[in-house]
């Protein structure tokens, strides 16, 4: 699969702070999704963005497709000790038949 | 509750044994995945399936067999001859190609003693 490449690979924050995280590509994605995962357990998606420019919120949550295809940024604001755990950012190519991951960013969030 | 089962949550294997990880969904998906996770490599495609009866080779596959007899499951073997067993695996559904909409099980812990 593609590799998508995600930044930062850690943060470490106060409650109260926003956070901004992105995910870029050398390749066209027709889908950008942003998934949270809390420690041994599955990812949850967040947020799903299908059209190039789409800026769509999810409460605290900002996300949104690059105009290039090639790259989606995930916001949140106003951050709370629960916001901790890996954030993925996930793809889908027109012609491709799974979701291609980053490696994700590590979120604690300190009170 | 509709959603995704994998049983069991953890598991221990020896040296040279083959083990099956099971994912079951009621969600009437036709499409399934099998990734692997380690620390900071974020989650690997080692199989998908997107219908019955049939599956694809992720990017690292060598090491694993599936099968999709039935809708509803998509277990997972994890065969002797893979070198690095020891990681998270995690079972994913989504409605079908063209979907991009994934859902994940709880994940099977696997390690190697």
């Known amino acids: 699969g593609q590799q998508l490449n995600q930044s930062p690979q850690s943060m470490f924050i106060q409650e109260g702070e926003d956070v901004s995280m992105n995910c870029t590509s050398s390749?066209?994605?027709?889908?950008w999704l942003w998934y949270k995962q809390d420690p041994g357990e599955g990812p949850v998606l967040l947020i799903a963005l299908y059209k190039a420019g789409e800026l769509t919120s999810n409460g605290r949550l900002t996300a949104q497709f690059g105009i290039t295809r090639k790259d989606s940024f995930l916001n949140i604001s106003a951050s709370i000790p629960s916001d901790v755990g890996i954030y993925f950012c996930?793809?889908?190519?027109?012609?491709?038949?799974?979701?291609?991951f980053g490696k994700g960013t590590s979120l604690l969030v300190t009170p | 509750d509709g959603g995704i089962t994998q049983s069991p949550k953890y598991l221990f294997r020896k040296e040279g044994q083959n083990v099956t990880l099971s994912c079951e969904q009621n969600l009437n998906h036709d499409a399934m995945y099998w990734y692997r996770q380690d620390p900071g490599q974020g989650l690997r495609l080692i199989y998908y399936s997107q219908i019955v009866n049939d599956f694809q080779k992720g990017d690292i596959a060598e090491g694993y067999s599936v099968s999709r007899e039935k809708k509803e499951s998509f277990p997972l073997t994890v065969t002797s001859a893979q070198k690095n067993p020891t990681a998270f695996y995690l079972c994913a559904s989504s409605i079908g190609r063209g979907d991009t909409e994934a859902f994940f099980g709880q994940g099977t812990r696997l390690t190697v003693v």
């Open positions: 996930a793809g889908l190519q027109w012609s491709g038949y799974a979701l291609n």
């Open positions: 390749s066209i994605f027709n889908t």
